[in-house]
Every structure is written in structure tokens, then in C-alpha cells.
């Protein structure tokens, strides 16, 4: 989402004709589009203001973002900034730099989150890389879930106009853009603001007519906001990949209540069980938090025996961090060095899971799209399949950002899969 949006932007920049230099060059603006989700984010976020501003005290330096959004008192604090911005009106960071560029006092105010209530329309312009792209089609989350800072930093769920999106990834596959991820700050919430649960299914129907579209991908999205239709375009419309992003992050009912999650095991069992039956070789990666306040011996082993058996191709470990101003940073903390250990346990899994969803298809022909950046180790060309398993294979640049026929031929190891182009 904020790298979306960053690049959103600085395409606004670049056409009132400002020139975009490295962060470490004298410039007259420094924008820094903050993260907020943990504590360390927001500390880093405050030093690396500090240290442009120390570096050029004359520049212009702004904090924008969910960290302002979050927070504003605590930014404005901060002695180096110049003016800060929170989650909406990203379109107007110009006028606001002009301004102070023009000598003006201007305000620095933050709206409260709730008061968030339209979806701020930026566009990409240009792009940095051609491969993929991300497309915002939400922003904002109802949930709170426990743990989670984000609903404070992005405010209420708002949808953007299908049209909008439509347009924007029909001309992102006109420039050349092959694979499109669907993003949004809470995916599966899209047109629930407008009292619409069938929402993202229209849009993905609205898709399949745009011919000179390849792949789409779905970014993390909630297994109970999947619906017959979703399920049924994933296995039917080649464009959309096998590949679904479901966050668990409990196998306990009571760790998942505690975080103020919408789902039991059960529920989440269910819904795999579902749509692997429908949807033949659907990679599920997911998010594991280890370590979340009242975790036990007893409900970290119910963690690694649902990870086990629902057979993730991918799962994302994340030590629980406290984040200040969540209702879990008050509840009682679990000893770092036991958080450490689990993590490392649910680590050792993760490899051997992705190790066995890798074997069942070494030997199979897979479409891959080669990205613009070859592996730094071994210099071959590297891609993704559709169920997202990334691949080496041996070929001239030309072959960038291109799809190609590959048969995957050994596991190099749990993240790489060495391949050979047939086509
Ligand atoms: S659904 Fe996602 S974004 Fe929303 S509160 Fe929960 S973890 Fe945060």
C-alpha cells in the first residue's frame, strides 16, 4: 500500500516538474511516507527525518502517512519537522511543500481517523518496474483486530470507484505490465462500505474481459471474505493466480480471541479444505504471530499442528511485538527469549513445508514471468509460476518480463527451484 502510494506521489511531483534525487542528496523536499505497524517502524521513521534534516537544515522535511495518522502528537513533537501530513489528502503533499518552498506558514493538521470517509483517488503514472504492479482498490479496516495499530492509521474501510481501478489496470496492461496485484489495507472488505459483499467478485469478473491482461494475484486476504464466486474465477480464469495469501495467525481459538479475530480453526480448516477441493494446486501461504500475549506451550503446539495439517506452501513467521496505543501492548507480556524459540521452532516447519510443496511439482512444465533482475549469487534469470514458487533458469535478458515455459527440474533449496525453458 505505501509503496503504491509513495510512487503516486512522486508521479505528482514529477509532472509540476520536480526532479527526484536519492535520499542521501541535497534536495528541497524530503518526503518520508511513514509505516507505523510496530514500534521499530515509527523509531525508524523519526531517524531517518532527523538525519536528512540534520544533513541539509534547509531543506524541507515532512513526515506523511500512517505514522502521522497514528500518532500526531508524537510527530509533531519531533523538533526537525517541518510539516506533517496523516493518511488522506496524499495528492495535496505538493501544494502544502509549495507553500513552505514559498515562505508560507501553513498548518499541520491531522484529521482524527473515524473522520476519514473518502477514498482519496491517486494514480500511477509510471512505473519502476514493469513485471508487476500493485493496485489499490480499498483503504482502511473495521477489524481491530488486538494486535494490529493499522485501523488507527488508516481509519474506515473506503472503496475505490471499480471503474477507476478498471481503467488504471487496463492502461498498466496497455504499458506493459504483466502481473497485477489486487492491494488494499483490508482486501476482502472492498465494497463493504457500500453495503456490497459481492464487490471484489464483480471486479474480478469486470477483469476477465480485459484481453490484454496476463495474471492477477490477490494480495492477503481473510478466508471468511472468500465467496463461491471468488473460488470459482480462481479456478476457472486462468488469469487469476493459484495463489491465495490467507492469514491464520493462531491455531488456538482462544489466542485467535484473544486477538479479536473473526474465525476459529474450525472455520479456517473449513475454508482450505473448500477450496483446495476446488481449485486444483492453490499454493495458501499464510501469517503466523508466535509469542502473542497468553500463548502457552499448549496453544503454540496447537499453532504448529494446524500449520502442519492445513499444509501451507509458505508461512510467514512474526514474532509478536507490543505496538503502543493496541489493546494487546496492555495485556501481559510474554519473556522475549521464549518468543525467540518459537519462532524458531515454526521456522524449522515452514522450511520443511515449502521443501514439500515444492516436490510435487519438480518435473511438471510451468508458465514462468521472468523478472527484470537476475539472481544476484548465480546471476541466471529469475521468475515466479502462478502458485508462486520462484524459479532459476539459464536464458539472454531479452527474456525479461517475459512469460515463458519452463520445466522446474530440482529444488536448489526451500526457496529456489532450478529450471530449463522449453518455450
Ligand atoms: S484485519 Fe488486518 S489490518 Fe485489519 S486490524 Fe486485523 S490485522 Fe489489522
Same mark, same amino acid.
Given at each position: ?51 536528512? $534534516? ?9 513526515? @506523511? ?70 493496485? %489499490? ?23 475505490? %470507484? ?69 473460488? !470459482? ?80 506452501? %509458505? ?8 505496538? !503502543? ?15 525467540? !524459540? ?16 515444492? $516436490?510435487?511439482?519438480?518435473?511438471? !512444465? ?6 527484470? @533482475? ?48 522449453? %518455450?
Amino acid at each position: 500500500m505505501n509503496q503504491y502510494e509513495t510512487e503516486a506521489v512522486i508521479d505528482i511531483f514529477i509532472d509540476s516538474g520536480y526532479q527526484i534525487v536519492d535520499f542521501s542528496e541535497k534536495a528541497d523536499v524530503y518526503i518520508v511516507n511513514s509505516c507505523t505497524v510496530t514500534n521499530e517502524a515509527a523509531r525508524k521513521t523519526r531517524q531517518i527525518a532527523r538525519r536528512a $534534516k540534520r544533513k541539509f537544515p534547509d531543506s524541507i522535511v515532512a513526515i @506523511v502517512g500512517c505514522y502521522t495518522q497514528a500518532f500526531p502528537d508524537e510527530v509533531r513533537d519531533i523538533e526537525e519537522i517541518d510539516f506533517v501530513m496523516g493518511s488522506n489528502n496524499k495528492a495535496k503533499i505538493l501544494n502544502k511543500a509549495e507553500e513552505m518552498l514559498a515562505g508560507k506558514a501553513i498548518t499541520n493538521d491531522v484529521k482524527e481517523y473515524q473522520e476519514l470517509k473518502e477514498y482519496e483517488e491517486l494514480e500511477l503514472k509510471r512505473l519502476s518496474n514493469t513485471t508487476r504492479a500493485n493496485v %489499490k482498490i480499498e483503504d482502511g479496516c473495521n477489524q481491530f483486530c488486538s494486535y494490529c495499530i493499522i485501523p488507527y492509521a488508516r481509519g474506515p474501510v473506503r472503496s475505490r %470507484k471499480k471503474e477507476d481501478i478498471v481503467k488504471e489496470i487496463k492502461r498498466l496492461s496497455q504499458q506493459g505490465v504483466k502481473e497485477i496485484i489486487l492491494t488494499g489495507t483490508h482486501l476482502g472488505a472492498y465494497g463493504s462500505d457500500r453495503g456490497n459483499s459481492r464487490a471484489l467478485t464483480q471486479l474480478m469478473k469486470d477483469l476477465t474481459e480485459l484481453e490484454e491482461l496476463k495474471r492477477v494475484r490477490l494480495s492477503s486476504i481473510e478466508g471468511t471474505e472468500i465467496d463461491q464466486g471468488i473460488m !470459482e474465477l480462481i479456478a476457472e480464469e486462468e488469469m487469476f493466480c493459484p495463489h491465495l495469501h490467507l492469514p491464520l495467525q493462531s491455531g488456538s481459538n482462544k489466542i485467535l480471541k484473544a486477538m479479536n479475530r473473526p474465525y476459529t480453526l474450525e472455520d479456517f480448516k473449513e475454508t482450505t479444505a473448500e477450496l483446495r477441493k476446488k481449485i486444483p494446486n492453490l499454493a495458501i501461504t499464510t501469517d503466523v504471530i508466535v509469542g502473542f500475549p497468553g500463548e502457552t506451550e499448549a496453544t503454540f503446539a496447537e499453532t504448529l499442528a494446524a500449520v502442519k495439517e492445513i499444509g501451507f506452501s %509458505k508461512v510467514h513467521v512474526f514474532p509478536y511485538s507490543a505496538r !503502543e496505543g493496541t489493546p494487546a501492548a496492555e495485556m501481559k507480556q510474554l519473556n522475549g527469549n521464549l518468543v525467540k !524459540e518459537y519462532s524458531k521452532k515454526l521456522r524449522l516447519v515452514n522450511e520443511a513445508l515449502m521443501l514439500d510443496y515444492q $516436490k510435487e511439482f519438480i518435473g511438471q !512444465e510451468k508458465e514462468v514471468l521472468i523478472e527484470e @533482475v537476475r539472481d544476484h549469487s548465480t546471476d541466471l534469470l529469475t521468475g515466479y509460476t502462478d502458485n508462486y514458487l520462484k524459479v532459476l533458469v539459464d536464458g539472454p535478458d531479452n527474456l525479461k518480463n517475459e512469460l515463458v515455459k519452463v520445466k522446474l527440474e530440482k529444488s536448489i533449496d526451500s526457496y529456489h527451484i532450478k529450471g530449463k525453458i522449453t %518455450k
